[in-house]
């Protein structure tokens, strides 16, 4: 391993590989984010929903959690193109992370609140609160707490997925470094070096995410 | 006086299971009845049918002249809206077995949530009543304090006070010493008395006749759904009619 060569190549490399990185950020990001919103309604329907709209969310939700990443990633991409529905590779790319996403946050949401006694909406009701209140003031904050280290878990999941939109030509962190490995031929090296970025990003995740935990646990 | 509460004709099914199967009772203000009975003779059942935890699918509940849960609407039995539902609901005072605080808030938080949610009022408002019912049952110096930093007796009086703070017209009490050590019933039944004395509406639903004989107007004996004989303190405990009520007495605790 020729180390000040890689750290020539390296800083010659850093604006494609930063954009790389800022790409994968804003995939994961806005995965999770989106992902989330939809997750949510996902547990709420998967929970209080009628019979009916339970039967169509619990198909939406094994459907997509049996299904590999990949294949939606693939999905999304080159199927939706054929109905008509003209996608970005970037676009499509995040709407399979946000679909893939939403299952698992809707399966979170649905376990936290099921798990939450039947006593406590019984007692928020008795001092008169309506549902609505009762799910923002009582519910989802317990659901939350509950909800958090297994979400933290699902976003470094996505992080880690985002990899798979280089096959479909998103030029995130990882297709990025294969650029700069078809130029310079140090494989070893950049391989190395995306993989402790990946690492380094969902530490912090991590690390945020209890911090978070500390903050928010009950006494 | 005219009644506060009136039940009549009162019939509920969990799916095929008849558990009353016609109530009648009435309360004025300042009453406080006590329902007795082994489990699954519908006690529990019918506290929470007063304020609407369970549908019930017959007969009435009128409290302070207002139909309780249902309408007739051209001769049909209508269910009122989740709105005016949980309106009503804050009509009445619950305060359950399992104390049911909730977890991520202190306890004046607890108190507070329904005053400002439901009744709407200014924070300071609700904060100074939080803090005269907190300091009522004796749990002033705890107000801070979050439910798992509680022990049993101390988070069921701040259940209390959460309930009664309000303004209920009719407390109903399911319990409320069963979940806890004994050394630790005392402490919540003195804050039950003192608002009996204080002339609250109350009904409860309890195993401890000791109590049930010292604070009750009347007592009720339920079996099987249907109340089974009713009365004075003195007459139900003192003097009892049916061999049933007997044999049930016989082998409570006193």
Redesign the interface.
Known sequence: MNFSLFLTELWNARLSLLSGLGNTILISAASVVLGSVLGVFIGLAMTYGAKWLRFIVRLYIDFLRGTPVFVLILACFYILSVVGLDLTAFQAGVLALTLFCSSHVGEIVRGALIAI?A??T??????????G?TFV??LL??AL?QILPTWVNTATEIVKASTLLSIIGVVELLLATQQVISRTYLSLEFYLFAGFVYFLLNFVIEQAGRAVERRIS?? | MSPILTISGLHKSFGKVEVLKGIDLTMKQGDVVSLIGSSGSGKTTLLRCVNLLEDFEQGSIELAGQSIGYKQDGGQRRRLSEREIARQRAMTGMAFQQFNLFPHMTAIRNVMLGLIKTKKMGKDEARAIAEKWLDRVGMGQRRDHYPGQLSGGQQQRVAIARAIAMNPQIMLFDEVTSALDPELVSEVLAVVRDLATEGMTMLLVTHEMRFARDVSTKVVFMHQGRIHEEGAPEEIFGAPKTERLQGFLAKSEF
Not at chain 1, 122 to 131: D, I, P, R
């Open positions: 006694p006593g406590q019984e007692a928020a009701k008795s001092v008169g609160l309506t549902f209140q003031y009582v904050p317990q707490r009950i006494p």
